[in-house]
């Protein structure tokens, strides 16, 4: 008798599970938009590529200055390609270099609770105006004259904003993972100063949003329609970029078609895995094939696990 309780005792658990996974496997997402496997070494030093390009870029487009002439040997790597000081009015400029400024320091304090060693290892980055305009290529728009990131303020912004952001996804994505009081620390912290420099900027644009962006007739918010597009396109994983305007039922609690903060239905953050910003980045779609801002890759154990296992 003992032995039939015990054995149905089993395959009640068994059902249950069974069950239970059941119901996983029908949120679960598709294979491509799962995350990978990582430690949290493993996922910072990815978040690492993505700080350094947004600190080259709002450096050099600012004033004109990199990494290293701000922190001496905190990198070491090829030099970045196309990086040029943009035409921007004085306030975006200051608050470019801001927040250039505090992706220096984002990157040192990596540095010294994560690798514990300077210098870091620096990808090779290509931000030509010619790569970044190849993005409008993807959902088949063609501009004349190409765009040009670094021609205005607007045509900076509606770009620039994307480092910031990304940030702010991948670390709403990783933090719950992260292992260690410090580096949980250092993980949060992070997310909320990306999180303010993604709001700014997007404040920003919002005040513009009805103008139209030089030499184009295209208005701000039109273009910030056509980049989210680009973005899940090429992220390949649903909607998680919004322009500045949605439908009413896509807005806050479906009572508002503004949308300066782009968030879920429950105005929470979206989240992107490591294989959507490859995607993205890489203007390829593919998280093996290396291009766009990245033409050799990132850096980093995680990236190269991802390109050895084929994992587009």
Request: charged content about 15%; proline content about 6%; some cysteine.
């Amino acid at each position: 008798m003992a032995t039939r309780s015990f054995l149905c005792v089993i395959f009640i658990l068994l059902v249950a599970f069974q069950s239970t996974m059941l119901k996983a496997n029908n949120v679960l997402p598709p294979p491509r938009c799962r995350p990978v496997l990582a430690s949290t070494r493993e996922m910072f030093e990815f978040a690492l590529n993505l700080h350094i390009y947004k600190a080259v870029l709002y450096l050099g487009s600012s004033v004109g200055l990199g990494i290293n002439d701000i922190a001496p040997g905190l990198v070491e790597g090829p030099a970045p390609i196309g990086v040029t000081v943009a035409n921007l009015d004085n306030r975006t400029r200051r608050i470019v270099e801001e927040s250039g400024l505090a992706s220096v320091g984002h990157i040192r304090e990596l540095a010294n609770v994560t690798f514990q060693r300077t210098p870091l290892p620096m990808p090779q980055l290509d931000i030509r105006a010619q790569v970044i305009a190849k993005y409008y290529d993807v959902i088949n728009v063609t501009l004349h004259p190409p765009y040009n990131i670094y021609d205005n303020t607007k045509s900076f912004l509606i770009v620039a904003i994307y480092s910031s952001y990304l940030l702010q996804q991948y670390y709403a994505g990783i933090t719950p993972s992260i292992v260690g009081n410090r580096e949980q620390e250092l993980a949060a912290g992070i997310t909320y100063y990306e999180a303010a420099s993604y709001g700014v900027i997007r404040s920003l644009l919002k005040d513009m949003a009805n103008t139209t962006v030089p030499p184009y007739t295209l208005t701000v918010g039109n273009f910030t329609n056509l980049t989210a597009q680009i973005g899940n396109r090429l992220g390949g994983c649903g909607v998680k970029d919004e322009g500045l305007t949605v439908p009413l039922p896509l807005g806050a609690e479906g009572r508002t078609t503004n949308n300066v903060i782009a968030a879920d239905v429950n105005s929470l953050s979206y989240k992107r895995i490591e294989r959507e910003f490859l995607r993205i980045v890489f203007i390829s779609g593919d998280a093996t094939k290396p291009g766009g801002l990245f033409p050799k890759g990132f850096v980093g154990t995680l990236y190269k696990r991802i390109a050895a296992r084929k994992q587009s």
